[in-house]
C-alpha cells in the first residue's frame, strides 16, 4: 500500500537538469512540498518557479559538505531525497583529468555519502533516498569507463547505505537513454534515437516523465529499498 507523497517534503539535488526538473514537478503534481536544489541559488530559483506549487529553493553543492550541513540545518527536516546530480569526465581513458575523474565520483558517489550523512538524521523512519546509476554500468562502452564505473558503484552503494540507514530505505534508479536535453548538441541525435529505439525491447528512448514516474513509485512503496530500478527499455540486453 502506497504511503503517498501528499504533505511529505521532497529535496531534489540536480534539480535543474532535465530529468531533475521532470522529477521536482511530478513530486510537486502528487504533493510533496518540492524543494529545489542546485550548487547555484539562481538555478534553483528558476526551476522553483517553474515548477510552482509552492516549491522553495536552496543551494546544495555535492562537492562542498558545509554546503550539505548548511542546508540540512536550513531545512531542519525532510521526508525524501532524491539526488540526479552528475559531473561527467568521458572521453579515452588516456586522456583524462584526473580532477574530472574526482568529480564524477564526488557527483555520483562520495556526494550521496554525505548527503546521507547530513540528511538521514533529519529523516523520519519512513524517508527514503532515490539514487541516480545509469545503464552503462551493465554495457561499457569506449570512452565511457567512469560513467561506467561511477553507476556500478552507484549500484552497490544503495543495498549498503540501505542496510547502514534502515529503516529509511535507499532506491536506485538506473535509466537508459532518455530524451532529457542532454543529447541535444549531437549533430546525428535522431539518427542516434532511432539506433537505439530499434535496438532495446522497448522500441523507444525514454522520456523524462518516464523517470519521474518511477522516482515517484520509489518514493511513495515502503516495501521497496536495497535495489536498483532499471529503467531502460531492456537497453542493458539489447
Known amino acids: 500500500m502506497s504511503t503517498g507523497l501528499a504533505g511529505r517534503t521532497v529535496l531534489v539535488v540536480g534539480a535543474g537538469s532535465g530529468i531533475g526538473t521532470a522529477v521536482a514537478s511530478a513530486a ?100 527514503a533516498f532515490v539514487l541516480f546509476s545509469g545503464y552503462v554500468s551493465a554495457r561499457p562502452q569506449p570512452g565511457l569507463a567512469v560513467m561506467a564505473t561511477t553507476n556500478g558503484a552507484v549500484d552497490a552503494l544503495v543495498p549498503a547505505l540501505a542496510v547502514d540507514l534502515a529503516p529509511i530505505r535507499v532506491v536506485g534508479i538506473s535509466p537508459g537513454v532518455v530524451d532529457s536535453g542532454s543529447w541535444d548538441g549531437m549533430d546525428d541525435k535522431a539518427a542516434f534515437f532511432a539506433q537505439v529505439a530499434g535496438s532495446n525491447p522497448a522500441r523507444r528512448v525514454g522520456t523524462p516523465e518516464d523517470v519521474a514516474d518511477a522516482v515517484v513509485f520509489a518514493l511513495t512503496n515502503p516495501f521497496l529499498t536495497a535495489t536498483t530500478v532499471h529503467l531502460d527499455g531492456g537497453q542493458r540486453i539489447a
Open 28 to 127: 510537486a503534481v502528487a504533493g510533496a512540498r518540492v524543494v529545489a536544489a542546485s550548487r547555484r541559488q539562481d538555478t534553483a530559483e528558476q526551476v522553483a518557479e517553474i515548477i510552482g506549487h509552492g516549491t522553495s529553493a536552496i543551494r546544495l553543492d555535492l562537492g562542498d559538505e558545509d554546503s550539505i550541513r548548511a542546508a540540512a540545518a536550513t531545512l531542519g527536516s525532510v521526508d525524501h531525497v532524491v539526488t540526479v546530480a552528475a559531473d561527467h569526465a568521458n572521453g579515452p581513458v588516456t586522456a583524462l583529468e584526473q580532477s574530472d575523474v574526482e568529480d564524477a565520483f564526488r557527483a555520483k558517489v562520495v556526494g550521496p555519502l554525505v548527503l546521507a550523512k547530513h540528511l538521514a538524521p533529519i529523516m523520519p523512519p519512513t524517508g
